[in-house]
């Protein structure tokens, strides 16, 4: 468990968390663990997500165990850095849908004495890195790696897999839509895929000839 290291009124400086995982893996709900002991500590603490992310409330950041916590929705990073500079501590969750100056501008707040917490999804449902979040990992002092539980081997799971044929990089699901899954069970999944799509390729060519 991530235990906060007390503020240091001297140091200029504070600092970058990131809490990063797959689909399912409690990314939200840690982020809101933090930020209640912050507030706990008569710290002044903001939130943030994405316009984008209405899943749940436009006004609140929502894990998928119902927990809640007031946040602000932001348009872009522009906006966030305004809005974010007045607090003591500022949360930021679903952080790979943010444009490519979420990086400069968590070290901004992060340079500015700003205790930064991220929460967001390492790697997208190819299992490629996502948006700015493997830069954030890179820079940040402290990281957090959160796992699933594979819904098909039981083991630890990493990765997120579209159940859904939707091939747009930016896809908002819930269980309908994604599973978490082990390594193994994603690489049979994606290997499946590809070969089921194969077959229909096939198939539409013969049917074509």
Not at 7 to 26: L, R
Not at 168 to 192: C, I, P, T, W
Request: glycine letters at 6%; a negative charge.
């Amino acid at each position: 468990m991530f235990l906060e290291q007390a503020p240091n009124n001297d140091n200029a400086f504070g600092w970058i968390e990131v809490i990063c995982g797959s689909m399912f893996s409690g990314k939200t709900e840690e982020l809101i663990r933090r930020l209640k002991r912050a507030e706990l500590a008569q710290q002044k603490v903001g939130v943030f997500k994405p316009e984008l992310d209405q899943r749940y409330a436009q006004d609140k950041v929502v894990s998928h165990d119902s927990n809640a916590f007031k946040a602000k929705a932001v348009a872009n990073t522009k906006d966030l850095l305004k809005q974010a500079a007045k607090f003591e501590v500022v949360g930021i969750d679903e952080a790979q849908f943010f444009d490519s100056g979420l990086v400069g501008v968590c070290n901004e707040l992060a340079n500015r004495g700003i205790r930064v917490i991220v929460a967001g999804l390492d790697m997208d449902y190819k299992g490629v890195p996502f948006g700015s979040m493997p830069e954030l990992m890179a820079t940040a002092e402290y990281v957090t790696k959160v796992h699933a539980i594979c819904s098909r081997t039981g083991r630890l799971a990493q990765y997120s897999y579209r159940l859904n044929p939707n091939n747009d990089l930016v896809l908002l699901g819930e269980a309908k839509e994604y599973q978490a899954l082990s390594r193994s069970a994603f690489v049979a999944a994606m290997n499946h895929g590809r070969n089921a799509s194969t077959s229909n390729e096939d198939q539409e060519s013969t049917t074509s000839d």
